[in-house]
């Protein structure tokens, strides 16, 4: 796999990894949780930077990675919001 797919990916797991995170800490340590999940993410994977090269390529993707990773969070939060609402009513 291209380093350019493995960081959108990465930022696509990243991203959806928020809900769950939000789920098992609870509103008062999501951001704590979440945090060390990133965090941990990042460092665990930080050996594929050498493999990108400077091209027009790796700077869209670094362009891309905020705003992949902050939709596919914004997705699993309101996914796991409803479903933590629908639980509760259920």
Do not use: N
Not at 44 to 58: M, N, Q, V
Not at 72 to 90: H, M, T
């Amino acid at each position: 796999m291209k380093p350019e797919k493995r960081e959108i990916v990465l930022a696509s797991v990243l991203g959806l990894l928020a809900g769950p995170c939000y789920i098992l800490a609870g509103p008062e340590r999501f951001l704590t949780w979440y945090a060390v999940v990133l965090g941990g993410g990042i460092f665990s994977t930080a050996h594929w930077l050498r493999d990108l090269k400077p091209s027009r390529s790796a700077w869209f993707v670094w362009l891309a990675w905020p705003v992949v990773m902050m939709a596919g969070a914004a997705v699993s939060l309101l996914v796991c919001g409803i479903g933590q609402k629908f639980l509760e009513r259920w």
